[in-house]
């Protein structure tokens, strides 16, 4: 499956965004989906997963860095996910990536097959 990113920008700090992620087909009765960061000098950070099977959805993981600031949520007839991030921090500075087929909601990024190519979000 292939993703693609959108959304990324450049905002002033306590700013907004909302990245999105489409999928170019279903991913599956099973599985999960997730956001990814990347900044230079840092390891690339899982920070939210969601489910996007065809079960009931429970509730979606968030790192500690941003809970209560972003927010994950999926579309599946568009076959996409979302993140929408609320004050935004210098700290949130990052190449944004979404990934798809996890088998469950996790923020290990060892668990997913397919990766978008990323958007960039700049907080200044």
């Known amino acids: 499956v292939q993703l693609v990113e959108s959304g990324g920008g450049s905002v002033e700090a306590g700013g907004s965004l909302r990245l999105s992620c489409v999928a170019s087909?279903?991913?599956?009765?099973?599985?999960?989906m997730g956001w990814f960061r990347h900044s230079a000098g840092n390891q690339r950070e899982g920070v939210a997963s969601?489910?996007?099977?065809?079960?009931?959805?429970?509730?979606?993981e968030y790192a500690d860095s941003v809970k209560g600031r972003f927010t994950i949520s999926r579309h599946k007839a568009k076959n996409a996910v979302y993140l929408e991030i609320k004050s935004l921090k210098p700290e949130d500075t990052a190449m944004y990536y979404c990934?798809?087929?996890?088998?469950?909601?996790?923020?290990?990024?060892?668990?997913?097959?397919?990766w978008g190519r990323g958007t960039q979000v700049t907080v200044s």
């Open positions: 087909r279903y991913t599956g009765r099973t599985g999960c």
């Open positions: 969601i489910y996007t099977g065809d079960g009931l959805q429970g509730s979606p």
């Open positions: 990934a798809a087929g996890g088998s469950w909601v996790t923020l290990d990024s060892k668990e997913y097959k397919s």
